[in-house]
């Protein structure tokens, strides 16, 4: 199945300043996070961020919280590791009305995995960004993802979602978006 701009929105899980520095590539997983974040405000789609307990793990890094305040994004704190759990959250991705998630976020295999499986649970067709995903570890990240996939989430790369998004060139958002991969 394909990612479609009308029916996805897009979930950045938890990628906080007191986190962001134990992660395995956490300059790559940032940039793409930004890519997709600007590339969702470009295409209308909603943007929901999540920050897990912020006064013990801080807000959303500067990088992404920046772009996320411009697209308009809706920042939810939560306790739990599904992001479903929490009511606040449950509510706003109920009221996107979508029926794709596209998942970015960390920890990969704590916070990812558990809301990847309650949004599928519940119908909704989930796709985790993998250069946009990390853990502290490439063993519980590699294992995240192998779950995932068997649960039947789409395992997909940055550059993959943004085309998918835009589903054909020449347009003013492919322009827009090409000078954000290049």
């Not at 990612?3 to 793409?32: F, G, K, W, Y």
């Not at 013990?56 to 809706?74: D, K, M, Q, R």
């Not at 590699?142 to 790369?157: M, P």
């Amino acid at each position: 199945m394909l990612i479609h701009a009308d029916t996805s929105c897009l979930i950045v899980i938890d990628m906080q300043e007191r986190l962001v520095p134990a992660m395995q590539a956490p300059a790559r997983t940032i940039r793409n996070a930004r890519i997709l974040i600007a590339a969702a405000t470009e295409l209308a789609l909603p943007v929901l961020l999540t920050e897990q307990y912020p006064k013990g793990l801080g807000a959303t890094v500067p990088e992404l919280a920046g772009v996320a305040a411009a697209a308009g994004a809706v920042v939810l704190p939560k306790m739990h590791f599904s992001c479903l759990e929490d009511r606040d959250f449950a509510a706003a991705f109920k009221a996107t009305g979508r029926s794709q998630a596209v998942i970015a976020g960390m920890e990969a295999h704590i916070c990812v995995l558990q809301t990847a499986v309650s949004l599928m649970d519940q119908g909704t067709e989930v796709f985790v960004v993998t250069d946009a995903t990390s853990s502290r570890t490439l063993e519980s990240e590699k294992a995240c993802l192998d779950r995932l996939q068997s649960c039947g989430a789409g395992i997909v790369t940055t550059e993959m979602v943004v085309f998918e998004w835009l589903g054909r060139a020449g347009t003013p958002a492919f322009k827009a978006l090409l000078a954000l991969i290049k």
